[in-house]
């Protein structure tokens, strides 16, 4: 964890705002037009696979403690599967995932 000198160790998580689809040119197009609008943090446009390469990456690189997914016009019940499949696949587990109830969705 990092910390400045005389605090307490408190962990550094990174906010990812995630555009996740089937396909790299899908996500781009959607976060363009604004389907799914971007917040605070960083933003990410492609596949499930992908955004698990980019978890990846942000650990290897030591970048942040922990990262927070989160998809301002929400995820199917599809997408939080597969996301949750490529992380298993890296060695992660989700610890949760949280739909914003105002957010309607589809499985």
């Given at each position: ?28 197009r959607r976060m363009r037009n604004g389907t799914d609008a ?6 990410y446009a492609g596949t499930a696979r992908g955004l698990a ?51 309607p969705w589809a499985s």
């Amino acid at each position: 964890m990092r910390h400045q000198r005389g605090r307490l160790p408190r962990p550094i998580l990174l906010a990812v705002n995630a555009c996740v689809e089937v396909d790299n040119t899908t996500a781009c197009r959607r976060m363009r037009n604004g389907t799914d609008a971007t917040g605070d943090g960083l933003s990410y446009a492609g596949t499930a696979r992908g955004l698990a390469g980019l978890v990846f990456d942000i650990h290897h690189l030591d970048l942040a403690d922990g990262v927070v997914l989160r998809s301002p016009a929400g995820w199917t019940a599809a997408t939080y599967a597969e996301i949750a499949k490529e992380l298993g696949k890296r060695g992660y587990q989700p610890l949760v995932m949280v739909a914003d109830p105002e957010m309607p969705w589809a499985s």
